[in-house]
Nanobody
Framework: QLQLVESGGDLVQPGGSLRLSCAAS????????VGWFRQAPGKEREGVSC????????NYADSVKGRFTVSRDSAKNTVYLQINSLKPEDTGRYYC???????????????????????WGPGTQVTVAS
């Protein structure tokens, strides 16, 4: 059974850090690009970052550039999202999703819309509050 499971979410103070994990089972993530999305209550799901299957290309939403870093570990079949300098507006449920297709705009990896991703995890909650 193909499955993605996120972990690492927590309640943290502004300025804090978290590392989210997205672990795959039942299939190899080596052949999939992975996107990270988040959804706050009452808001639409938004993309925050993505990484290519090779790990050689990444992209970030403007709101998280310089604070979020996406990476992957093929041996662990896991993708990570390091989140630093957390802000209250980063609060939300964070999801990872896998897509076997990769799209580029010139040389820039395009993260795509949620509907373009085939496999999703149940999410992990990140709450930033003092």
């Amino acid at each position: 059974q193909l499955q993605l499971v996120e972990s690492g979410g927590d309640l943290v103070q502004p300025g804090g850090s978290l590392r989210l994990s997205c672990a795959a089972s039942g299939f190899s993530l080596d052949y999939f690009g992975v996107g990270w999305f988040r959804q706050a209550p009452g808001k639409e799901r938004e993309g925050v970052s993505c990484i290519s299957a090779s790990g050689g290309s990444t992209n970030y939403a403007d709101s998280v550039k310089g604070r979020f870093t996406v990476s992957r570990d093929s041996a662990k079949n896991t993708v990570y999202l390091q989140i630093n300098s957390l802000k209250p507006e980063d609060t939300g449920r964070y999801y990872c999703a896998a897509d076997p297709r990769e799209r580029y705009d010139n040389d820039d990896l395009v993260c795509g819309e949620p509907r373009e991703y085939d496999y999703w995890g149940p999410g992990t909650q990140v709450t930033v509050a003092s």
